[in-house]
């Protein structure tokens, strides 16, 4: 009998354990609630926090280099404008894609901000403080060395999660970030599903092409996650009739659109909003048709992005949030700029599917 309870506990600690894995934690930028985004320290901290998979979003520069930053743009995380001043578009914005990436290199990179008049003002006041300490821009292949490095000193496995940023951008100026994109995580070894890395991208038409044509063609097959934007935040632009018009998003926040999306990529990447019906108040969380429409098409929900000093009227802290996404969604894991509030919630909640 002693056995049988031995081995009961162990089969349960197996399912507990097993119940917790299949729970992701994807650090949103690095640990960006505590560090500058997409720095090599703030992949450090999320790493050493426990999350599943570092993001990194990627643009090129006008060398065709991959660096890693959220933006087109330079001026909101860098002294871009200080250093140089005359090489701002039209718009007033300095574009990475028109800079080398030995120039980007000198920049020195902080807490990103926004201009309130001349002064500059952070975003999140109460993060790391602006223009203190020194950090800079990286490339991807920097990164992918850095993780893989940890995951042999650590022994551990974190996985790589890489946006490719516009597409339709990158094609405007003349350049295929895709591929590019795709030649270094081969270069890297990232070159199936079984590997630990997600490819994401909030172009629906590029990722049939890299589905259909750029991977066959390098001899890989990658876990493809569709973005989900809405339209309003003119996220993506596409080709019509010889003229690049705003995408429009509708039809993926539809169960028969979610169902389409189900029999091309491997997971979808809604922002969290979505999730949750616009009539949801606190202790009375409504879910929209999308969540439902991915469970019914066995389809990974992966949401963007969980902020612990930025939240909705309807929880009262970032567990409640948790609870409401890793629990009640059902969502297979989440982005968020704090990765060890999440990995706390989900120790605490082992048994959280």
Known sequence: MKYLFTGLALLSCSLVAQADAEKLVIAHRGASGYLPEHTLPAKAMAYAQGADFLEQDVVMTRDDQLIVLHDHYLDRVTDVAQQFPQRHRQDGRYYAIDFTLAEIKQLHFTEGFHLEGKQQVQNYPGRFPMNHSTFSIHTLAEELAFIQGLN???????????????PWFHRKEGKDISKAILTTLKEYGYTKTTDNVWLQCFDYDELQRIKQTLEP??????????????TQDKETQTLQN????????????????????????????????????????????????????????????????????????????VDELYQILYQQADVAGLFTDFPDKAVTWLANHPLSH
Request: proline share 6%; glycine share 10%; no cysteine.
């Open 152 to 166: 042999h000193s650590t022994g551990k496995n974190i996985g790589i999660y890489t946006e490719i940023k516009s």
């Open 217 to 230: 063609q390098l001899g890989m097959d990658l876990k493809r996650v569709q973005l989900i934007a809405y």
């Open 242 to 317: 010889g003229e690049w018009r705003n995408y429009d998003y509708g039809w993926m926040m539809t169960p028969e659109g979610i169902d389409k999306l189900s029999k091309t990529v491997d997971g979808i990447g809604p922002d969290y909003h979505m999730l949750i019906d616009k009539g949801s108040s606190r202790g009375h969380i409504q879910l929209t048709p999308m969540v439902a429409a991915a469970h019914r098409a066995n389809l990974p929900i992966h949401p963007y992005t969980v902020r612990a000093d930025q939240l909705p009227s309807y929880v009262s802290n």
